[in-house]
């Protein structure tokens, strides 16, 4: 202690004043009226200095030390200048705070009688320039804020306190965009928000009005809000460039997505991306029910979405992760977390979604008007699913008149398609096509059948495709498929591997009539693949080449060698005429 100190206990002042003790350091001049009665004196410490460390925080306030909202830590120096006066149970502080984390302006004025935060009644303002708020309070996603508000309110227990802020957020980074201009008006009471939002900024403007509600386990919101304009990539919330305005109106209850229980709505919606317009307007969304049995519904002008049953949307990623992992256990694990009961049926209708695929996935058009619905109880452990695509196209392939009907349990999974009509870009591939298919233990057995409108091109192709490790081994059952009216027949067994850098051939015989095409062998690590073709009608292939004008006649054997197909590949061919 050091300083120049005269009067008397109920008159005493102190100037130069120096107060230490290795955790904080007091510096200023003190007055005090009225001791020894420390209620009734008045206190007043002008030009004051107060310096301390988070460590000196932690020693006079132990309970945070570890505070999951709040790190001292993170507090290497802390310095405050200002004044104090009043009274201990009725006072005013004014002053500069500063910090490593940044700097804070206060003047608040407070009445706290008997010292219980029950009683409390406070006034004032606070400023804050670029305070680093992540740091402070241990969310890396915030970064610093720029504010100023009043603030009005009583109580500091958060179950009966009751506060008022009106304000300017000036700056406010948040994922490493800095938000401008956001305007604060609303009451904070008994865990409860009642109030306005406005957001200025150059990529956002957004008026939120209503009420929030967490003083329970749930948070509760009823409020409107109009998403004026936004740009989503400015923002770094996306990468393509999107931009969106809309309507909300809000209703619901719910801390995460299992518990959501009310409605949302989304109206007027204006969502463009690469300057292209979504055809969206409108999307509701309702949750009804209780914890055990929900219904989950989606509606808007693009497509209609059910659920309905025991679920949580949560785990559903688990017991698809758990199906498939007693299909295809060589590519995927069972899940570490615990499958949990999941038994509900589920529908989806579209309306008008192409022209929303030709501004978010131009790859895909069509898929108007499909009709998809299905079950899943991993309880049972059976799953099941219809799907009905009137038309479709990705990419070069284009479908028709598409039905999948699916069923499976726990080891197996039956998959059956049929399309009216099929279509590969400009090749052969076109007409009706079915393909049964189990997937199961690693394995795929399959049937594929397709027939051409002119049945030049038609094919029934079935076999077993098994994976180990990184291979994958394709054995055909005996099929067959025509081309230009001539039927071929794949015999059974024929088999190939494949693998990173390797290919081993088996067995592959296909003939018709006395023509004969047989393949072998492993071209891989120096290795020869050889095929050798015999009696081959050489007028067949002018019609496959597209050269039956010409009306070639005769037949050809011929031998190809393919050597060391993955390294220097070599080729020699031996073509002889009969």
Avoid at 365 to 372: A, E, Q, S
Wanted: aromatic share 8%.
């Amino acid at each position: 202690v050091d300083g120049r100190g005269r009067g008397t206990v109920t008159d005493l002042t102190a100037n130069d004043l120096t107060v230490t003790d290795g955790y904080f350091t007091l510096k200023g001049n003190l007055a005090m009226q009225g001791l020894p009665d420390i209620n009734t004196t008045l206190i007043t410490f002008r030009d004051g200095e107060v310096t301390t460390t988070g460590k000196g925080i932690i020693h006079y306030a132990p309970a945070l030390k570890g505070n999951p909202v709040f790190t001292a830590d993170s507090v290497s120096y802390l310095k405050f200048n200002g004044l104090f006066e009043g009274y201990i149970e009725n006072f005013r502080v004014a002053g500069t705070f500063k910090s490593n984390l940044g700097e804070a302006v206060t003047d608040i004025s407070l009445i706290m009688p008997g010292f219980k935060a029950d009683s409390a009644t406070y006034t004032g303002s606070v400023t804050t320039n670029h305070l680093q708020l992540g740091k402070v309070l241990q969310q890396p996603l915030l970064g610093d804020i720029t504010t100023n508000q009043k603030v009005t309110g009583r109580s500091f227990n958060p179950a009966n306190m009751q506060m008022r802020l009106d304000g300017v957020i000036n700056e406010f980074q948040v994922n490493g965009y800095r938000y401008h201009n956001i305007i604060t008006e609303g009451t904070l009471a008994r865990q409860q928000f009642d109030g306005r939002v406005l957001v200025d900024d150059p990529n956002l403007a957004l008026d939120f009005d209503g009420h929030l509600n967490y003083s329970g386990n749930d948070l509760h919101i009823d409020a409107t809000a109009h998403l004026l304009a936004s740009n989503l990539r400015a923002m770094r919330l996306v990468s393509d460039s999107i931009t969106a305005s809309a309507d909300f109106l809000l209703n619901c209850t719910g801390k995460n997505i299992d518990n959501f229980f009310g409605s949302a709505k989304l109206f007027n919606i204006d969502l463009r991306r690469n300057a292209h317009r979504l055809d969206i307007d409108s999307i509701y969304v309702l949750s009804a029910g209780d914890s055990i049995n929900r219904l989950l519904k989606v509606s808007s002008s693009a497509f209609n979405a059910e659920i309905n049953g025991r679920y949580k949307l949560t785990e559903l990623p688990v017991a698809v992760q758990y199906y498939l992992s007693q299909y295809i256990p060589n590519y995927v694990r069972q899940p570490d977390t615990k499958l949990s009961g999941q038994q509900f049926d589920f529908s989806l209708t579209t309306h008008d979604v192409d022209s929303i695929f030709a501004v978010t996935l131009p790859i895909i058009r069509g898929f108007d008007d499909v009709k998809v619905k299905g079950s899943f109880n991993t309880t049972a452990g059976t799953m099941s699913v219809d799907a009905w695509v009137p038309w479709g196209k990705v990419g070069p392939l284009e479908l028709t008149g598409a039905e999948l009907v699916g069923v499976g349990d726990l080891d197996r999974l039956s998959l059956n398609t049929t399309v009216a009509f099929a279509s590969l870009a400009d090749s052969a591939v076109k007409g009706a096509m079915s393909l049964n298919t189990t997937v199961g233990n690693d394995s795929i057995g399959f049937t594929l059948s397709t027939i051409s409108p002119d049945k030049e091109s038609s094919a029934t192709l079935s076999g077993l495709i098994r994976a180990h490790k990184d291979t994958l081994t394709l054995t055909t059952a005996p099929s067959q498929f025509y081309l230009s009216r001539v039927k071929w027949d794949v015999a059974g067994g024929s088999m190939v591997q494949y693998s990173d850098r390797f290919l081993a051939v088996e067995r592959v015989l296909i003939t018709s009539g006395i023509q004969q095409i047989s393949v072998s062998g492993t071209p891989a690590n120096g290795g020869t693949l050889l095929l050798n073709a015999h009696n081959i009608d050489v007028a067949h292939l002018g019609n496959i080449a597209g050269f039956d004008g010409y009306q070639p006649d005769g037949r050809i054997d011929a031998t190809v060698s393919v050597n060391d197909m993955f390294g220097n590949l070599r080729l020699n061919a031996n073509v002889r005429a009969m």
